[in-house]
């Protein structure tokens, strides 16, 4: 079964709140590129949410427009 924009949506929504939750340990080698990695991941996501977000506004204004009638001006 193929993943939905809105199904994806929700699982970017998800690592990101999971990348938000997580704490870096920069007593550890190797955390702050761990860290820098995670907070780039984080970016990607949310870019993606809104080129998703503008995908579906663009498919709702399309079906707005074909489900509504054309109004005829004539004389």
Do not use: F, K
Not at 18 to 29: F, G
């Amino acid at each position: 079964m193929a993943m939905t924009p809105d199904d994806l949506a929700g699982e970017l929504q998800e690592l990101i709140a999971a990348l938000d939750r997580r704490v870096p340990r920069v007593e550890q080698a190797g955390e702050i590129g761990i860290a820098r990695d995670a907070a780039a991941l984080r970016e990607r996501a949310l870019d993606r949410l809104r080129e998703l977000d503008g995908e579906r506004t663009a498919a709702d204004l399309q079906a707005s427009e074909r489900s509504t009638p054309m109004s005829s001006t004539g004389g």
